[in-house]
């Protein structure tokens, strides 16, 4: 199956960013978005993306729906999505938390469906993605699925659900935790007299640079990040600082944090 027609039901931050790399890599895919906010219509540009506030009788053309909703809003959608779509049309839920298991209880059953987690990178093509396929979704389609998000960066297969909650915390949420982590290098920056223009420029390229070498060097991370450390030297000193405040077990802390509230998403349907 090559994917040509696609229907995307909820246009916020996420589906958005796999919208503006469609259309940049200038794929060549009918894309029909529904959302109830009728601002999003501006986002129907071109003659191959169509907008409605409601799901209707044209989803029975979609060979993929992606259900790109807040978690708690996915029942009601898939009712509507039960009106209309085709029996075999793969259902892609981009949804934290809510099981295969659920959404076939609201759908019909043997419903082929995909859990996909991917990130904002997906916008310029940089995005890791995991996907997860229920029993009913079949190996053809599963490589399907893996060739079309392969448009957004490098896409993988998982063999259980459980690892796509796992990925949710880690590789969902994983860019806002570099943010979070840029936006105090570029505090520390200004701290030390640097202008805000000046700290964001600096820190930016300091992340960025610092991420291709990690890509392309060949040396393992811990060569890299060695071959910056002086014995007794500033880096050496800020390094053991980090270590003594745990920073390293913090940080799985709250990542564990975001794993659990996956699970417990799933738990309350």
Do not use: W
């Not at 540009?45 to 506030?53: F, L, N, Q």
């Not at 409601?54 to 790109?68: M, P």
């Not at 609201?106 to 991917?118: F, H, K």
């Not at 393992?220 to 030297?233: A, E, M, N, Q, R």
């Amino acid at each position: 199956m090559i994917i040509k027609d696609i229907a995307i039901i909820g246009v916020g931050n996420l589906a958005q960013s796999l919208l503006y790399r469609l259309e940049s890599s200038k794929a060549k895919v009918k894309i029909r978005l529904y959302d109830k906010n009728t601002q999003k219509k501006s986002l129907a540009k071109k003659s191959t993306i169509t907008y409605s506030d409601v799901i209707d009788h044209h989803l029975i053309k979609s060979q993929v729906i992606i259900i790109a909703v807040k978690p708690n809003q996915y029942k009601g959608i898939c009712g509507d999505i039960k009106r209309f779509y085709s029996k075999s049309s793969v259902i892609i839920s981009l949804m934290a938390g809510v099981r295969t298991t659920n959404l076939i209880k609201e759908l019909n059953p043997e419903t082929p469906i995909a859990r996909v987690m991917t990130n904002i990178n997906s916008k310029y093509g940089n995005a890791s993605t995991f996907i997860f396929s229920n029993k009913f979704c079949k190996d053809s389609k599963t490589v399907s699925i893996k060739r079309f998000f392969n448009i957004f960066g490098t896409s993988h297969i998982v063999e259980n659900e459980n690892k796509i909650d796992k990925v949710t915390a880690l590789t969902g949420s994983g860019p806002a935790y570099f943010i979070h982590f840029l936006e105090a290098i570029i505090q520390t920056f200004k701290k030390f007299g640097f202008s805000e223009n000046e700290a964001k420029i600096y820190a930016k390229e300091l992340f960025y640079g610092t991420a291709i070498t990690c890509m392309d060097e060949k040396k393992s991370l811990k060569k890299i990040k060695d071959s910056v450390i002086s014995k007794g030297g500033t880096t050496d000193a800020a390094l053991k600082t980090l270590d003594a405040l745990k920073f390293k077990s913090i940080l799985t802390k709250s990542i564990k944090e975001a794993y659990n509230k996956a699970q417990q998403l799933g738990k309350n349907k």
